[in-house]
């Protein structure tokens, strides 16, 4: 099945700087990658995802790139606030013949970052 | 509802104990996933259902996990003679439909003692 790998486990940077996260994936057949944001004693929720026809993706502060070839994957965040201080989570889907998302996680990536 | 619910948000179980979570998916949505998620750990798969099939059982631990979506919208986790390994948070998720964002519920944290 499939596995998921993501680094680094924690990463403080000042406010304003850049902070990268990154994800391996093992199954060539996944298509689908989100990711999330889970704030201490909430839900996770969907920042941003990619899929596999596309190399790149950005909203705003927040940037995703794919690399099928070498079957990994990043988040970019940009100008770094405050409130971007949480646990990110990366997430790959092999989509079953049945369609539906099964989403195996990274173990997470805490990000701290200081005014 | 506006979003994923989940009851109760906090539950301690002494060992031994049986304990239901529900989750009361956003309304229409057809498909709905549990999740365990222990301490410091991303989500792990436990089950998924399509309406009111359970297509997908193959993450649950043990036979001691159990769970249901009788009529396709809430869904019930049982855990029968809980153990101190079962403590972790439980997530529902739910989509509307194939290929779509999965929204979560904030999750029930389960403690046994």
């Known amino acids: 099945g499939e596995n998921v790998e993501q680094h680094p486990s924690t990463l403080s940077v000042q406010e304003g700087d850049s902070a990268v996260i990154k994800c391996t994936y093992s199954?060539?057949?996944?298509?689908?990658f989100p990711w999330y944001k889970q704030e201490l004693g909430k839900r996770p929720q969907l920042i941003i995802d990619?899929?596999?026809?596309?190399g790149e993706k950005k909203d705003q502060r927040i940037a995703v790139t794919l690399n099928k070839t070498a079957k990994h994957f990043s988040l970019h965040i940009t100008e770094t606030q405050p409130e971007d201080s949480a646990v990110y989570f990366c997430?790959?889907?092999?989509?079953?013949?049945?369609?539906?998302?099964?989403?195996?996680f990274g173990t997470g990536t805490r990000l701290l970052v200081s005014p | 509802g506006a979003g994923v619910s989940q009851s109760p948000r906090y539950k301690v179980a002494k060992r031994g104990q049986d304990v239901a979570l529900r989750c009361d998916p956003i309304s229409g949505h057809v498909s709905l996933f549990w999740y365990q998620q222990a301490l410091g750990q991303g989500p792990e798969f436990l089950t998924y259902f399509q309406n009111e099939a359970q297509l997908d059982k193959s993450g649950l631990p043990s036979d001691r996990f159990f769970a249901e979506r009788p009529e396709g919208s809430v869904s019930t986790l049982k855990i029968q003679r809980t153990q101190q390994e079962d403590s972790a948070v439980y997530l529902c998720a739910s989509t509307l439909d194939r290929n779509t964002e999965a929204f979560f519920g904030q999750g029930t944290r389960l403690t046994v003692v």
């Open positions: 990619i899929r596999s026809n596309v």
């Open positions: 199954d060539s057949a996944s298509n689908y």
């Open positions: 997430a790959a889907v092999n989509p079953s013949n049945t369609g539906f998302q099964k989403l195996v």
